[in-house]
């Protein structure tokens, strides 16, 4: 019997040309962009011989997100290329879902098999999806659950091109963008020999993260979305294998927030429960305990960041959405009607790896730096804000000063260094009294790393000073 299935495989195998899927588990399997037919075996997925995917006898266990449901498949389809550049796809499929089952269907759009946006969740057959820019790859994942005595069939799943009004839109992503950094709370998710979203089964010392929406999910091994987490100087880069944990549809990251888009850009939900009392305090998966937004594995929280007990804040870059601010100096638009450089981007430098951050939720992107000052220049604290201008320029120069809970009072004496094409100059701020953003007037600059903003934590008034973001605003 084991022979005869094995002939047969190879023959189906042989007639349908290369066969192969990106992922699969749990469900039947699938050739790209429309279902299998006579598949018969694969990564221990099954076909039901008329080419629809539904979940076999036997499910593997399910992840910790879904465990609420007896039964559980994904499958992610093999990547369909288009030889010209496309914008508007439209997604078709047939489903059956008796009482006790479900079907999720996903797409997302790539340019180079390599780079992808994030996934567009939950569509309904029928959706057109408008990438927003051109794409030469797409991908649909399904993910099926289902009960004891039921089950979900899905056939004919096809992504075709259409001139048809868009009914979703996709997130693009601007290759000119710095990847967003959002100070969170996180916990040590652990969970050894659990399952991921993504099927991933967690080793000892795993190396991931688990984010509370399916748009950014990676394959099983996969790098497709990344995290770069940093802790108190030290920093590792880990992949997106969970979905989680209060939630499964908060998207905080995104640009264009589609999951509870009432609350502020990166500012979690579970966080907006625990510390704002919204939704009563209840996310997605309950009451909110302590807040967490990002789960991260054993091996990145104790041997990468070395933090101790199982929570923490740390500053979470999201690497799918832009440059990696760790790499350096980002590329700049020259079309930019200005360019912002903020404190956890790559064109800010400090002498101290450890500077203090304000409160999460503070600051100029929610973000800012402070450090004591000092009479002493020597022991001071300095940092630096130096783009690669794109153009030669008058630039009208604007530092932000936030206003956050500290316990001590912000100096009255911050002494901004203004390095440009003509010389430099020293402006004096008030951070105590002028606060938001600062006019320090209008300078020329040349194009290219030269110019730069300096400040130095050097005052005799026992505060502290805050480095938060710049804009060099061209003049027209």
């Not at 899905?154 to 693009?172: K, N």
């Not at 638009?333 to 500077?355: I, R, Y």
């Amino acid at each position: 019997m084991l022979w005869l299935r094995f002939v047969w495989a190879l023959l189906i195998m042989v007639f349908f040309g290369s066969v192969t899927l990106t992922q699969a588990q749990g469900s039947t399997g699938a050739r790209p962009h429309q279902t299998a037919v006579g598949l018969a075996q694969f990564d221990g997925v099954l076909s039901q011989g008329d080419g629809s995917v539904t979940l076999i006898e036997t499910s593997l266990p399910s992840p910790a997100v879904l465990s609420h449901v007896d039964r559980y498949g994904t499958l992610t389809s093999e990547q369909l290329f288009f030889a010209q550049p496309v914008t508007r796809l439209q997604l078709t499929y047939a489903a059956q879902a008796p009482s006790g089952s479900a079907v999720r269907v996903d797409v997302r759009g790539g340019f180079d098999g390599q780079r992808w946006q994030p996934w567009v969740v939950d569509l309904a057959a029928g959706d057109v999806i408008d990438f927003r820019q051109p794409i030469k790859y797409a991908q649909y994942r399904l993910t099926l659950t289902g009960s004891q005595f039921s089950a979900p069939v899905v056939r004919d799943v096809r992504l075709e091109l259409t001139s048809r009004a868009a009914s979703v839109e996709a997130t693009p992503v601007d290759p000119y963008a710095v990847a967003p950094t959002l100070r969170v709370r996180a916990t040590r998710q652990g969970m050894v020999g659990g399952r991921t979203a993504n099927g991933y089964i967690i080793p000892p010392n795993a190396r991931f993260v688990s984010l509370p929406s399916w748009s950014s999910l990676s394959s099983r091994g996969g790098n497709e979305y990344q995290v770069r987490l940093t802790y108190r100087g030290r920093s590792t880069v880990v992949p997106v294998y969970d979905v989680g944990p209060y939630n499964t549809r908060d998207d905080y990251w995104a640009t264009q927030r589609t999951g509870f888009p009432d609350l502020q850009w990166g500012w979690p939900m579970d966080h907006a429960a625990y510390y704002d009392g919204y939704n009563n305090g209840r996310a997605e998966k309950g009451y909110v305990r302590f807040p967490t937004a990002v789960d991260v594995g054993d091996g990145a929280w104790i041997q990468d960041l070395g933090i101790v007990g199982d929570q923490a804040e740390v500053e979470a870059t999201f690497l799918w959405m832009g440059q990696d601010p760790a790499n350096g100096r980002p590329l700049r638009n020259p079309e930019a009607s200005e360019h912002l450089v903020d404190e956890l981007d790559g064109d800010f430098w400090s002498n101290t790896a450890l500077l203090s951050a304000s409160a999460m939720r503070c600051g100029a992107n929610l973000h800012a730096y402070w450090s004591r000052t000092t009479s002493n220049p020597e022991n001071a604290t300095v940092a630096r804000w130096q783009p690669n201008l794109p153009i030669e320029a008058a630039y009208d120069l604007f530092v932000h000063v936030p206003v956050c809970p500290q316990r001590l009072s912000a100096t009255t004496t911050a002494a901004y260094i203004v390095g440009h094409r003509d010389g430099v100059n020293e402006i004096v701020v008030n951070q105590r009294s002028q606060t938001g953003w600062v006019h320090l007037g209008q300078f020329p600059f040349a194009a290219g790393d030269q110019g730069y903003v300096q400040l130095g934590a050097v005052a005799s008034d026992g505060g502290i000073i805050w480095f938060d973001q710049v804009r060099w605003v061209p003049v027209r």
